[in-house]
């Protein structure tokens, strides 16, 4: 299920552990909120913030770490009988085979040059979990941005309140200058997750991955429909209930026979 740790990609992983934690040792050393707390034996937002920054982390190595949905065989659950009597009835684009790693690709499946692998309803690869988002670890990658996005918001309003006035400007920065780092990356990390979560709620709810919709008019199973149209589309609140609650693999020629059955 989790690949080695020990890559290329350890550095980047690395990277985002410690500036978490630098982030987060500012926070408590700076003249903030959570120091004042801590030091007049209020413990509970000290305490609170912390375990959500590990929860983060945590996270982010779960979904850094998990199989994203690799192609490992030719074996395409669902591919037998009962979708050999539907393709007849209708005409499915045919399963393809990877050019690269020369699997038989389930559809909405797409081969990452990153990974070396095949992946299941790819999204995109991330080079910051430099992992593939996939079928496996999509749900996961949209609760660490959520949670991610608390722990952020969070660290702004206790950076903000660590600020004092002082004689000059001078002066003001040689005080706050660490804190007033601290500040900017996390607002800028901020804006960076809320626009990326955005995102990916919108394509969820729409029951669509971001190729998908960059790159609609290259996939074969698409270019028969416009812009406004999607075969996997079943409503905004069918397709959160099956993104967030079913867990399951998905054969995706039976529910794109259903929607171009209805289509035509």
Not at 110 to 129: E, L, M, S, T, Y
Request: charged fraction near 15%; include cysteine; proline fraction near 3%.
């Amino acid at each position: 299920m989790f690949k080695n740790v020990f890559r290329s990609d350890f550095l980047i992983r690395t990277a985002h552990v410690i500036l978490t934690w630098v982030i987060t040792l500012i926070l408590f050393l700076h003249d903030t909120d959570l120091r004042r707390q801590r030091e007049n034996g209020e413990l509970m937002q000290p305490v609170v913030f912390s375990l959500l920054v590990l929860l983060s982390v945590m996270l982010y190595f779960t979904v850094s770490l998990m199989d994203p949905g690799f192609v490992l065989s030719d074996s395409v659950k669902g591919s037998g009988e009962e979708l050999e009597e539907m393709i007849p009835q209708n005409p499915i684009p045919r399963l393809r085979r990877c050019g690269y790693c020369l699997l038989q690709q389930p559809m909405r499946a797409k081969h990452c040059q990153a990974c070396k692998h095949c992946v299941r309803r790819f999204d995109h690869h991330c080079p910051w979990i430099e992992n593939c988002v996939g079928e496996r670890n999509h749900r996961c990658f949209i609760i660490y941005l959520a949670v991610q996005l608390l722990a952020l918001l969070w660290a702004l309003q206790i950076a903000w309140s660590g600020f004092h006035s002082s004689g000059t400007w001078k002066l003001w920065l040689i005080v706050n200058g660490f804190l007033l780092a601290a500040l900017c990356v996390v607002g800028v990390l901020s804006l960076v997750v809320v626009l990326l979560l955005g995102c990916h709620l919108y394509l969820i709810s729409i029951n669509s991955t971001t190729w998908e919709f960059m790159s609609r008019h290259r996939i074969s199973y698409l270019k028969s429909y416009s812009d406004e149209e999607n075969p996997f589309d079943r409503g905004i609140l069918c397709n959160l209930w099956d993104f967030f609650c079913m867990c399951r693999t998905v054969v995706w020629e039976q529910v794109y026979y259903r929607g171009s059955h209805n289509h035509v």
